[in-house]
């Protein structure tokens, strides 16, 4: 048992208690530490990424009382992971978290919130540290600051600032660096986004919700109650389903302000998800965005529902159509049929008849096939950024945009429109190369280094893509000279 272990602070990594234990203890090599915690040197520590809690409990004094179920609770992101995954879920997760290797298990899961494509940085705040430093003598890495899609900190509303790169993701590699202090941010300048406020007040909220994961218990909404929800709103159709057209419309607008600076946003590929009970599982920051969607439809004056048709809300609201006289007085007509009779039009009506058809204009052929090339390219860029990520192809970007002429028929009026299409629509070899791409990105420095398993299971191809790992893997190696 050790003699000594550092108080954990509020809200802290784990990964920053066994940081500050290193530079308390002044070990000599990271993986001498490792051995003194879990007892084996090989152990892989991350910020995000954490296994084997149970080894780590069993070393700790007793009066502490940290269980492996309490450190994982309190120290890490397994709150935020589970807030809306089902029980059977949260169960697995923890015991990847307390007993086995927990990056073998967490690579093989397809949980909405996987540990292992949390963001690549730390990020830190000046006020905290200050705060920090002034209460408890030494600053420490905060896990409502990491969690994805947080840029401000929830408690000051102020913009965080990246510190460093994330620790190399191999044990062969562990590194443990404890938070920078407050001096170190008067290098560092302010996003330019800060200036903005309606940017500002979106971002906060998000990162205050996003904070409420790590101390609330689950959720325990469905897709009924949230389907329920966008009735009252006039968002869903005839049938009682999610409109998508004006859900993703109604989104598109509240997501505006913070469109260019929060890429996990951008995408709409996920809303359908949120109302269908079988539907595949919603990372927790998108539950975020639409219960914020939700919020700001339903504050009166939001300005996010003029698309939404009166006799469609009436509908939605379970109110019976109008029909006779009262459906002529709430269009301002003079008789029950709702028409109103040649005479009493000519006699009240300070309109006057055409006296003559105009002639339509001819059609601008080039002008429709430049504003459909601009289009298709647009639905193209969008597509890069939905998630989960899709090929790119004819159908795709004709989904997107809802309709488009019919290329191939018009062939001969619409070249560039055509020619856009054969630039943005991928193969299958193509689109997988770009998911190969994305993981290496992901990986940052230790691209050249990794494992065909590793890049395979964070890109999701299949065995087949292997030969396209390789070739990748040999290039990203001649790129950097190793």
Not at 185 to 194: G, K, L, S, T
Not at 396 to 416: C, K, Q, S, V
């Amino acid at each position: 048992m050790l003699p000594y272990f550092p108080s954990i602070y509020p809200d802290e990594l784990l990964y920053s208690v066994v940081a500050r234990y290193h530079r308390h203890t002044g070990t000599d090599h990271p993986k001498l530490t490792m051995a003194e915690l879990f007892g084996n040197r090989n152990v892989l520590l991350t910020p995000f990424l954490v296994g084997q809690l149970r080894d780590l409990a069993r070393r700790l004094p007793a009066e502490r009382g940290l269980t492996p179920e309490r450190l994982a609770v309190t120290a890490t992101f397994y709150p935020y992971c589970v807030a809306y995954e089902p029980p059977p879920v949260r169960r697995a997760m923890l015991d990847a978290m307390t007993r086995r290797p927990t990056e073998r298990r967490f690579a093989t899961w397809d949980i909405a919130a996987n540990p292992l494509h949390f963001a690549g940085t730390l990020r830190w705040c000046h006020t905290c540290a200050v705060e920090a430093a002034e209460r408890y003598g030494e600053p420490y890495w905060r896990r409502a600051h990491q969690l994805p899609g947080v840029l401000v900190c929830p408690d000051h509303g102020v913009p965080l600032m990246v510190a460093m790169d994330a620790p190399l993701s191999t044990a062969e590699h562990q590194s443990l660096v404890t938070a920078p202090s407050a001096d170190d941010a008067r290098r560092i300048p302010q996003p330019a986004w800060a200036a903005d406020g309606a940017c500002l007040a979106t971002l906060r909220e998000i990162a205050l919700r996003s904070s409420r994961l790590l101390e609330a218990a689950p959720f325990d909404g469905s897709a009924a109650s949230r389907l329920s929800t966008l009735a009252s709103l006039g968002l869903t159709d005839p049938s009682g389903q999610a409109n998508s057209r004006l859900l993703n419309a109604a989104y598109t607008a509240f997501i505006e302000p913070v469109r260019s600076v929060l890429p996990e946003a951008r995408g709409i590929g996920w809303l359908a998800a949120m109302t269908n009970p079988q539907g595949p599982p919603v990372h927790p920051l998108h539950h975020i965005l639409f219960d914020l969607l939700l919020d700001s439809l339903s504050r009166p004056h939001s300005g996010n529902t003029t698309n939404i048709k009166p006799a469609q809300r009436r509908m939605a609201q379970g109110e019976p159509p109008l029909r006779g006289q009262a459906q002529a007085e709430a269009v301002g007509m003079e008789s029950t049929t709702g028409c109103r009779p040649p005479w009493i039009w000519m006699t009240t009506s300070s309109a006057r008849p055409q006296q003559s058809r105009t002639r339509r204009k001819p059609m601008d052929w080039p002008a429709l096939d430049q504003d459909l090339a601009a289009r298709i390219r647009k639905a193209a860029a969008d597509l890069l950024d939905d998630t989960p990520r899709r090929r790119i192809t004819k159908n795709a970007i004709r989904t997107r945009l809802g309709t488009m002429t019919d290329t191939d028929r018009w062939r001969d009026r619409f070249p560039e429109a055509r020619r856009a299409l054969g630039e943005v629509t991928e193969t299958t070899e193509a689109f997988r190369k770009r998911l190969i791409s994305r993981a290496l990105a992901s990986l940052g420095p230790q691209a050249p280094f990794a494992s065909i398993a590793l890049v395979r299971k964070l890109s999701g191809v299949t065995r087949a893509s292997n030969p396209l790992i390789e070739a990748a893997l040999a290039e990203q190696t001649t790129g950097t000279g190793v």
